[in-house]
């Protein structure tokens, strides 16, 4: 890929052994426990990439790890968690409760808590990521970050301001969760609603104190995308550059494909988070972003209710090397005229203008249809 003049390179830290580049600032806050803080073990609270990484890690270092993960978090994330040797905590509904109950029992048993964004320690952890871009791009101009917390684009701005303070750095939120934007909007952190997400990994409803302080002192910039262009960007990665990543993962490339980065000379680095994605969140991804591309359509039009009927549009749709995957009937349900049906016709296609011409062939050929949009996620 190439961004004006200069290359587009993607930093690939889906390929750490837990999937994601959490275990940078896990393994480093680990690293930096005292004998008697190993003893007792580390506590932290985490639905997801956190968890792994630090139980991967702790496992490694014969650290006890015990994780609090609210009550409805996907069993694959805690079977997974689990294998590592950490002791898992059903705790709570949501991060927040899980989060609370963590620090009671890290108090209570007095054992040191790990936060998963909100530590200088694990964010020095994840800033390596800039020093590597400094040292494997001399060409560097512009960096990509996925932001939820704000620890992983803390990290790199602190790194590269020391090495190459000429380099952008700009964090991409999810449009829904934009918790860092709001944190530097009204001065502070703020804990918004929740909110549902296709990045379910940069989820995070209220930006890290430390995090935010250092992004401001840093210039670290700031830009966010909605769920349709995180699912295109899924889709590209994993059909064009062969890369898995969940939809926190691909906020960089979508960030990029909207048009929110400004083009230059040198090379731009997005950075892929992580790629730990459920198998059915990841259909519907790739669903949606066939959408959004014009290669998967709804199409819905009237004809006359009797045999044979449906021939007719079927055979323009065939002529026009458009591929029927699904045809629904509604009688009973439909505002149409007795005697007609409303029909619905799910179509693989090659592009928005493939769609424009299917349209003005059935009005010619007396079957006006409608694209119907897209369905939400």
Not at 241 to 262: C, F, R, S, W
Request: charged share 20%.
């Amino acid at each position: 890929m190439r961004h004006g003049s200069g290359r587009v390179l993607l930093k690939l830290e889906n390929l750490h052994h837990t999937g994601s580049f959490k275990e940078r600032g896990a393994l480093n806050r680990l690293l930096q426990l005292t004998p008697e803080e190993r003893a007792k073990g580390v506590i932290t609270a985490s639905a997801g990439n956190h968890a792994q990484g630090l139980a991967f890690h702790a496992e490694r270092l014969d650290i006890a790890t015990t994780v609090v993960m609210p009550t409805q978090t996907p069993l694959i994330k805690v079977s997974r968690t689990e294998e590592h040797g950490a002791t898992i905590v059903l705790h709570g509904r949501d991060y927040d409760s899980a989060h609370a109950h963590a620090r009671e029992l890290a108090k209570r048993q007095d054992s040191c808590f790990v936060h998963g964004y909100d530590d200088l320690a694990v964010m020095a952890g994840q800033g390596v990521i800039g020093l590597e871009l400094a040292e494997q791009c001399p060409d560097l101009s512009t960096v990509v970050v996925p932001v939820g917390g704000g620890g992983l684009l803390a990290g790199i701005v602190v790194a590269l301001r020391a090495l190459r303070p000429e380099v952008r750095v700009i964090g991409v939120e999810s449009a829904q969760l934009n918790s860092m934007a709001q944190a530097l909007q009204r001065g502070g952190p703020w804990k918004l609603p929740h909110a549902n997400t296709l990045a379910d990994g940069i989820a995070v409803r209220q930006a890290g104190k430390l995090c935010h302080q250092l992004c401001i002192e840093h210039n670290a910039e700031l830009c966010a995308v909605d769920d349709d262009a995180i699912a295109r960007a899924t889709l590209h990665l994993l059909e064009v550059e062969k890369v898995v990543a969940e939809g926190a993962g691909a906020t960089a490339l979508a960030a990029l494909q909207t048009g929110l980065i400004p083009e230059s000379d040198g090379d731009t680095a997005l950075i892929v988070s992580g790629g730990n994605i459920d198998v059915t969140l990841l259909s519907r991804i790739i669903n949606r972003g066939l959408v959004q591309s014009g290669r998967l359509c709804r199409v819905c039009l009237n004809v006359v209710d009797r045999p044979g009927a449906l021939a007719g549009p079927l055979a323009l749709l065939g002529e026009l090397r458009a591929n029927v995957l699904e045809v629904q009937h509604q009688r009973a349900f439909s505002p149409t005229p007795m005697g007609t049906v409303e029909v619905r016709i799910v179509l693989e296609t090659r592009g928005a203008r493939h769609i424009d011409e299917l349209l003005t062939v059935l009005s010619e050929g007396g079957y006006p249809a409608k694209l119907e949009s897209p369905p939400e996620s």
